[in-house]
């Protein structure tokens, strides 16, 4: 039944029509009826609680088109499933958040993002690789350099060469600088250079003394003497052969036992010509890499003049090598190197050798540093080495004297002379 139909009013007229004793009920009924459609409708009554409910479904009949009361709460089961039902209020999706919290003292970084490139472990191999090999590099330097006990050189020089702390000291820092590695690409090449007595042919000495002890090979260390070894008559190609054959020996010898070889020559002034040729091409760099690896020592008495002129001239003020040790170390240090530069230029004219050479000039010595010359000879000798002595021995000598010093005119050269005639 349809709350909209018209209500069922009796006719008007007509024979066949009930009487008011029945029409009366009905009509209550059709408009409690209406009544309860018409709350329905409102929702003001729940389903089911009408007076024609039992089944709890809108009543047919009772054409509605309100929506249901609690439409999302189905009373009986059914097989819909949650989609099929009427949608509910949706729920909102929530974000996830991005950002992660990591503990402060952990790494901030995502663990899986951790991949390093190729290229990168490369790298870090190479540099682990060139690392290890600069290590290895610093032990094998200091392994040659110990070889030669350096530090032992230093100390026997200093102890037993007087008046020349300059000359001494750059004769190590050359030998430590050469000897710091046993691969070389050209030999180096010590020209002592200083008037006569002042020690050139003792530290020699020294040197060939040192060397044939720590090479532990005495014929890895060569001293040639020129009036020894090429007296005035020789030919002087002949000593050049001579020469040339030694050196081979030498530096052949050292090549097998990988050490550094020591060749003494002394009295260069008085070389001809043609050793220093063979000499100067000892150094050049297409000879076979074995003769670079040497050490030359030329002593010569050549610049001498130029040498005590210089120290005389300088005698006012602290000289490198003076034996006082009072110096003023810039204007000592340039003033060296200007000798140094002016002997070169000498030398030079003389032979192109000198061009390669580390000149080392020895000074003149003074009053004092001969009188040491007589205490460590009369030791020597078996002598007492009383310093009045000394001093008396000394006195005896010639010296140049300029703004109140006294320079040995030939140096500690009668040394030896007048105390063999105590
Ligand atoms: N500076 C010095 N310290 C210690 N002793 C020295 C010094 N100079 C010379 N003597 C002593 O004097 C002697 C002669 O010196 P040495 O032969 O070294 O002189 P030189 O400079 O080589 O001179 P020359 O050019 O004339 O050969 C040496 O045997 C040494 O005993």
Redesign the pocket.
């Known amino acids: 039944m349809d709350c909209s139909q018209p209500s069922l009013e009796p006719a008007a007229a007509g024979p066949s029509l009930p009487g008011p004793s029945v029409i009366a009920p009905l009509r209550a009924v059709v408009r409690l009826r209406r009544r309860v459609c018409l709350l329905r409708k409102r929702r003001l009554l729940p389903p089911g609680t009408g007076p024609a409910s039992g089944a709890g479904a809108p009543r047919p009949g009772c054409r509605s088109g309100a929506p249901h009361a609690h439409l999302d709460q189905p009373q009986f089961f059914t097989f819909d499933g949650p989609a099929e039902q009427p949608s509910r209020t949706p729920r909102k999706r929530r974000r996830r958040s991005r950002v992660v919290l990591y503990p402060e003292t952990s790494r901030k970084c995502r663990p899986h993002a951790e991949r390093r490139s190729r290229a990168q472990r490369c790298l870090l191999l190479l540099v682990a690789i060139v690392g290890f090999q600069v290590l290895n590099a610093i032990e094998n330097l200091d392994d040659n350099a110990q070889r030669y006990d350096l530090d032992g050189l230093e100390k026997a020089l200093q102890r037993?060469?007087?008046?020349?702390p300059g000359a001494v000291g750059r004769i190590v820092a050359l030998l430590r600088d050469y000897l710091a590695t046993h691969v070389h690409s050209r030999p180096l090449l010590l020209a002592l250079h200083?008037?006569?007595?002042?020690?050139?042919?003792?530290?020699?000495?020294l040197l060939a003394r040192h060397f044939r002890a720590v090479l532990e090979d005495g014929a890895l260390v060569l001293q040639y003497h020129a009036r020894h070894h090429c007296p005035e008559p020789r030919a002087a190609q002949d000593c050049r052969e001579e020469l040339a054959g030694l050196v081979a020996d030498v530096v052949a010898r050292a090549e097998v036992e990988e050490k550094t070889p020591l060749v003494v020559l002394?009295?260069a002034e008085l070389m001809p010509a043609a050793l220093l040729d063979e000499l100067h091409s000892f150094l050049q760099p297409q000879r076979a890499h074995h003769f670079h690896n040497a050490i030359y020592v030329l002593?010569?008495?050549a610049g001498?003049s130029e040498i005590t002129r210089f120290v005389l001239q300088n005698a006012s003020r602290a000289l490198p090598a003076s034996s006082d040790g009072d110096r003023d170390g810039v204007a000592a240090v340039q003033a060296e190197e200007d000798l140094r530069a002016g002997l070169r230029s000498l030398l030079v004219q003389e032979h192109p050798l000198w061009q390669a050479a580390a000149i080392v000039p020895?000074l003149l010595?003074d009053k004092r540093?001969v009188v040491?010359?007589f205490r460590?000879?009369m030791a020597g000798e078996g002598f007492f080495p009383e310093q009045a002595r000394a001093e008396l021995l000394a006195a005896q000598l010639s010296y140049y004297r300029v703004a109140g010093r006294e320079f040995a005119v030939t140096?500690?050269?009668q040394?030896?002379a007048r105390v063999n005639l105590l």
């Open positions: 037993a060469v007087f008046g020349q200083g008037p006569s007595g002042v020690g050139k042919s003792h530290v020699g000495r002394d009295e002593l010569s008495s001498g020895f010595l540093d040491n010359c460590d000879e140096g500690c050269k040394v030896v």
